[in-house]
Structures are given as C-alpha cells and as structure tokens.
C-alpha cells in the first residue's frame, strides 16, 4: 500500500508569531476535510536561501513569504513572475514538482478582491487614487489600480524620493504629492488607500487632514489591527464606503492555497472569524 505524503506549507518571516496566516490556512484545510498542515517559521535573512531550498525535501509544497524577505527571495526562486518583477517583491512560493521554486505576488489581487468585496459598487475608473505610503504595500497597490484602470494616482509619503522612486517606476499616471500637502490630495480622490503603518496599535496615530473626503468616496486601509482604524472611523462619519485592511489578507492567500492544495476556497464570514481568532 502506498502512502501519500501529506502536503505541507507555511509563512517565513522574522517575527512571525503575529502571523493571522497560520490560523486561516488551518480553517480552509479543516473546511474541505483535506489533509495538510501550515506552519509558522521564523527565519533570520542570513538562513533564509538554506531554509527554502530545503523545504521542498521536507514534504513542503509552498510557502507565504512576509517581512522582511520578500525582496531576497526572488533571487533565491529559479522563476519569478511578472507581476512579482513588477512590484519587485514575492509573497507566494510554490514547490514545483520538476525542483524549481516558482515566486508570485498575490498582494495585488488580495487588494483588489477585498475592494470589490467589500465595496461591490465601486468602480476604478471614477477618479483618482490618493495612496499615502510608498513602500512595498504600495508597491503593489499601486501595480494593481493601474492594472484595473484607475486613471490617476495622487502619492504622499513621509520621505518624498520614496514616492518619486515609484513613479520613476510605474510613470506619468502617478503624480507626487508632498507629505506635508497629502490632505489636499483626498478632495478629488474617488479611491483612497493608506499603506503605511500609521494608525496601527503600538504605531503612532495618522495625522493627514482627513477634511478633504468626499462623500461616497472608497476608503482602505491595510492595517488591520485595529480593524476600525482612525482614518475608516472618520471616513465613515464623512459618509465614505470603507473597507477594512482584513480582506487583503485572505485574498492574497487563495491563489496560494489553490495551488499548494488543489482547492479554491472561499473569502467569507468564518474566513474572517478564523484570522481574528
């Protein structure tokens, strides 16, 4: 009789005990009565290419790949897609059964669902963007609202060379707006994301004018702890939609989890309750 080895997978990153991954990962096994297990791993940079390339050897079809290795481990991956190149980042790797190491970024596509989840009526091509950050989140924010077909993105960041960096990047549809001006950049935004940490718990608060919404605007935020950050409070009372940052987690992770266990599974109320455990 002949034994199948059960599929393992996992998040790298350093820390990593945080990690709501694990935790959503297990959920969608036990829903679909599969056999699998994911794991938490902490992983110092200097072990990081050791580590992976073992992996596969050790039963593991894929990995999450989060702070602060997702630039170093395109350089470990034998293919790296073009949406990952882009953003110049990789979230997701998967084992492949000829030995190479395939890296992808979901963090785009998790953006995007989530917005379309949680705003259904919303509709890219309303108006400008405003994104406050620039860094990897942005990054890809910014890869998938020009993908979509946002006409314009408005970007502030606290060091300005970052944003100009980006748009040196992604080109004339972003246009930089200095920091100390990124609450005048909300009053013709129809979408606004904020990607930087500011407003997260043990992070100091955001402090942009958030005067300039407009009603009926979309409004994100990727921290998700806490989940009703200052900005989607204000945004609320203003009369914005808003849409928690929670969602992009578990987006991002399906096309992950299709591929490592061969089932689609789905973003819903119980998805959200077993991160949140």
Same mark, same amino acid.
Request: proline content about 6%; overall charge neutral; charged content about 20%.
């Given at each position: 009789?002949? #034994?199948?080895?059960?599929? *393992? /997978?996992?998040?790298?990153?350093?820390?990593?005990?945080?990690?709501?991954?694990?935790? @959503? =990962?297990? =959920?969608?096994?036990?829903?679909h009565g599969l056999p699998?297990?994911?794991?938490? +791993?902490?992983?110092?940079?200097?072990? %990081?290419? #050791?580590?992976?390339q073992t992996l596969p050897?050790?039963?593991?079809?894929? $990995?999450?790949?989060?702070?602060?290795?997702?630039?170093?481990? +395109?350089?470990?991956?034998?293919?790296?897609?073009?949406?990952?190149? %882009?953003?110049?980042?990789?979230?997701?790797?998967?084992?492949?059964?000829?030995?190479?190491?395939?890296?992808?970024?979901?963090?785009?596509?998790?953006?995007?669902?989530?917005?379309?989840?949680?705003?259904?009526?919303?509709?890219?091509? &309303?108006?400008?963007?405003?994104? *406050?950050?620039?860094?990897?989140? $942005?990054?890809?924010?910014?890869?998938?609202?020009?993908?979509?077909?946002?006409p314009e993105i408005l970007? &502030?960041?606290?060091?300005?060379?970052?944003?100009?960096?980006?748009? /040196?990047?992604?080109?004339?549809?972003?246009?930089?707006?200095?920091?100390? #001006?990124?609450?005048?950049?909300?009053?013709?935004?129809?979408?606004?994301?904020?990607?930087?940490?500011?407003? +997260?718990?043990?992070?100091?608060?955001?402090?942009?004018?958030?005067?300039? @919404? #407009?009603?009926? /605007?979309?409004?994100?935020? !990727?921290?998700?702890?806490? @989940?009703?950050?200052?900005?989607?409070?204000?945004?609320?009372?203003?009369?914005?939609?808003?849409?928690?940052? !929670?969602? +992009? *987690? *578990?987006?991002?992770?399906?096309?992950?989890?299709?591929?490592?266990?061969?089932?689609?599974?789905?973003?819903?109320?119980?998805?959200?309750?077993?991160?949140?455990?």
């Amino acid at each position: 009789m002949t #034994q199948t080895r059960i599929p *393992l /997978a996992g998040v790298i990153g350093t820390p990593i005990a945080h990690s709501k991954s694990p935790q @959503l =990962h297990r =959920h969608w096994l036990k829903t679909h009565g599969l056999p699998g297990f994911y794991i938490p +791993m902490e992983v110092a940079p200097e072990n %990081l290419a #050791q580590v992976i390339q073992t992996l596969p050897k050790a039963g593991f079809v894929g $990995a999450n790949i989060t702070v602060p290795h997702k630039e170093k481990v +395109m350089e470990i991956a034998d293919l790296v897609t073009d949406r990952a190149t %882009l953003i110049g980042a990789a979230n997701t790797l998967i084992f492949r059964k000829d030995g190479k190491i395939h890296a992808d970024n979901t963090d785009g596509y998790g953006f995007i669902e989530n917005l379309r989840q949680g705003a259904p009526d919303w509709r890219p091509q &309303a108006g400008p963007a405003a994104v *406050l950050g620039a860094g990897g989140a $942005a990054r890809a924010v910014i890869a998938s609202l020009l993908d979509v077909g946002v006409p314009e993105i408005l970007i &502030a960041n606290r060091t300005r060379i970052r944003a100009e960096a980006l748009q /040196a990047d992604f080109g004339k549809r972003l246009q930089v707006v200095d920091w100390v #001006q990124a609450g005048n950049m909300l009053e013709d935004a129809a979408t606004v994301v904020n990607t930087t940490s500011l407003g +997260m718990i043990g992070k100091p608060e955001m402090r942009v004018p958030l005067d300039g @919404l #407009q009603k009926g /605007a979309v409004v994100t935020d !990727l921290v998700y702890a806490p @989940l009703q950050t200052r900005l989607l409070k204000t945004a609320e009372e203003m009369g914005c939609i808003t849409v928690d940052g !929670l969602g +992009m *987690l *578990l987006h991002q992770a399906v096309p992950a989890f299709e591929r490592w266990f061969g089932v689609r599974p789905e973003v819903d109320a119980a998805a959200r309750a077993a991160a949140l455990r």
